[in-house]
């Protein structure tokens, strides 16, 4: 490895979490996930001290003085206290064999450094610079209207939204201007697996190992149930029936997707779960689940208050459940799942199948 220490900085729904992932499989990477921005707090202790020293420590200081004490300020000994206290909370007592520690932050809008009019990223990004040893910083972004139409965002104005992530990156990239030690990824590329991930992998010095990141790839990371966030997912247990897998596959239709499958007295199996078609829907699809050549009509028109609430300006998430009973799947059995538009042609979006 060619540094101590990587952060990962962007705002919420980018996939840092896959990409925290995928940098935990380098060995001796110990990547953290978000602390709350413990380290913006560490920097504005180390603002007050840092102006108590400039305005009041020029000069010894007595025992009647208001600033006693101030001229013994020390801000190299600050940053090694911190270091090791940020280190000793992120990396524990998992200290054999960890070359590299960090975390992600979402946490880098002015919503939560300081405000638009006194935004504090660029002296932030250099306190970091300071704190963290021989660092490496990640910068993510996404597609900004895949960002503001999360849930995440909710509570939260969408133009509002784009601003602040317009002003992070803007200010960003004037920071990370000739420096070495930084390096912008997209979402879209770390799941297509585009050649700037490799890249990133060549420039802190790791060996890109293609099987072990499938592996982060094929696991559905943070809010789940977005077919952008499943479109590259290879399979997804079933919590409540451990026998079933799902492999998803993305559709333009469909907004969101899960499901829960339960094993019943009668010899079968009950599949069901949430599908809602993107708000922009009008016409009416039906679903179809075919095992061993044998067609199954599915339940489509079930009352999901939940997740009408979760999505409250999509009228397709009303009535989104669905539920239809199958004979249990077997050791290598699958059954697939299919939206059918009124014209009668389906299109495949699940795969179902036993796996032991």
């Known amino acids: 490895m060619k540094y ?23 060995p001796g990477v110990l990547i953290r996930g978000e602390n709350m921005n413990i380290c913006f707090n560490l920097f504005s202790t180390y603002t007050s001290l840092k102006i108590t020293k400039e305005q009041h420590g020029k000069r010894p200081t007595d025992p009647t003085d ?12 600050f940053f090694r206290d911190a270091q090791i ?47 963290m040893p021989n660092p490496f910083f990640i910068f993510l972004t996404r597609d900004i209207s895949k960002v503001i139409n999360s849930g995440f965002w909710k509570n939260h104005k969408p133009e509002e939204v784009v601003n602040q992530i317009k002003l992070f990156e803007e200010q960003a990239k004037k920071w990370t201007e000739n420096k070495n030690n930084c390096f912008w990824i997209s979402y879209e590329d770390i799941v297509n697996k585009a050649q700037s991930l490799n890249k990133l992998f060549n420039l802190i010095g790791a060996t890109y190992n293609e099987k072990l990141i499938d592996k982060v790839l094929s696991k559905e990371h943070s ?57 922009n829907i009008s016409e009416k699809f039906q679903l179809y689940l075919e095992k061993d050549r044998e067609s199954f009509k599915v339940t489509w028109d079930i009352p999901s208050p939940i997740i009408a609430k979760k999505f409250p300006n999509n009228p397709n998430a009303q009535n989104a459940r669905f539920k239809v009973l199958i004979p249990p799947l077997k050791e290598g059995e699958s059954a697939k799942l299919y939206l059918v538009n009124s014209k009668g042609n389906k299109e495949h979006i699940a795969t179902l199948f036993h796996k032991i």
């Open 223 to 279: 809010y789940g149930g977005k077919l952008e966030n499943l479109s590259h997912v290879i399979e997804r247990k079933i919590d409540d029936y451990n026998n079933i897998s799902a492999r998803f596959i993305s559709n333009s239709n469909i907004e969101y997707i899960n499901f829960d499958a339960y094993e019943l007295k009668d010899n079968l199996v009950k599949i069901g779960g949430v599908i809602v078609l993107k708000p």
């Open 4 to 26: 101590k220490s990587i952060l990962i900085l962007t705002y919420g729904r980018t996939g840092s979490t896959l990409l925290m992932g995928i940098l935990n499989t380098i």
């Open 85 to 131: 206290l940020l280190k000793n909370q992120l990396v524990g007592d998992i200290k054999n064999n960890i070359e590299c520690w960090g975390f992600k932050e979402i946490r880098y809008l002015p919503y939560n450094l300081g405000g638009t009019e006194n935004y504090k990223l660029i002296p932030y990004l250099d306190f970091l610079s300071k704190l």
């Open 66 to 77: 208001p600033f006693y004490g101030a001229d013994e300020l020390d801000e190299k000994l």
